[in-house]
């Protein structure tokens, strides 16, 4: 794990772990471990102010046996090579979980996005898109939003990849309604949150009425977590940015704290300032609160060595990537704590990347209706898998899921032969 939470590797034990299961040969569990394609490259930006800054742009592709590589772009200072192999490898076992056609991918640029204008956004997206546009296109490699990215970006990709392939909305997903973005995109992965949390809280006989949960981030997934668990009757009493959370024993009015948190931002404040309304803790308070489920929906690797024996939730859910270290992971096991895989409970984005791809490609736009069913059947098919899986094979959620991936794509690999 780097600075900043910036995971640097993916866990190699919840992959060999897969492979040990599946009895797979050594040469393919290298093949299945390395990335395909991985690159970087220079993106100078002329500034507002006429300065020159130097820039980094990545994308590692790291498989594509069930079809074109898929996966978000990241903007932030901390992101290297390394970062990316990680979270490329995440989205290939992710796409196949989901039984979607695409394969894994990630990348992004070294930028802090807020120190940017919005000129200097535009001309550094479509600079990583020129730079790219060999290797991206609706079969080949399918861009999407992640930290720091928004579908603004997505329509400037867009943009700079139609000048050269003709007007191709598929190349790009998370795009902006009126481009061919799909309608609940933008809320998918908080939805796809809360409906596996629902899911797994009734297989561990946690009452969802009555569960107490605490979100780490309100950043899109986060707030969209909290305002559809509590429109399931979770109590939400917990709610953090990066600098520190509000907590509230009889549960938030989710709208209402998240208006107050927006309002208070816009006019230059911080989350303490609503020290009049709302206990303040801290993260690491959060954490380790007391709660039935617990959602880190941030950044990588904040329950590690240092505070896995002080986790309390009896479930937790990982809504960010990569939020737990695996050392945590084999401690929470041990205390017995369920764990819902990045994988599965953060797929609801992909999903509906998938979804936008296919209304582009039919030039069909769905309703909103249509998009949230269809995605919310695809995350019940996944999660009904990964339960049966752990049942048939004595594993807990997370080995099921890795197993259920691997096996698909070692199977498509098979059938294509070398
Ligand atoms: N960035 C999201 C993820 O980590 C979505 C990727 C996509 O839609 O392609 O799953």
Redesign the pocket.
Known sequence: MGSNGMPRKSCEQFLENAFELLAVAPEKRQLLRSPYRELRFELPLKRDDGSISLYYGYRVQHNQSRGPF???LRYHKDVDLEHFVA?AEI?TW?TSLLDLPFGGAKGGINCNPHELSSDELETLTKRYTQRMAMLIGPDQD?????MGTRPQEMAWILDAYSHHGGFSPAVV??KPVELGGAKGRNEA?GYGVAIVTALAAEAEDIPLEEATVAIQGIGNVGAYAARFLAEKGAKIVALSDSHCGLYTEQGFDVEGVLQKVARCKEEGGQLSDLNDVFEIISNEELLELDVDILIPAAIGGVICEGNAEKIKARLVVEAA?MPITCKADTVLNNQSIKILPDILA??G??TV?YLEWVQNRQRFQWSRKRTLEELENRLTDAWEAVEQKTREEQLNYRQAAYFIAVERILKAIDLRGF
């Open positions: 898929k996966g978000g979270l989205m992710k399918i861009p999407a939003p992640d997903t998370g992965t990537n953060n797929a984005g992909v990347s």
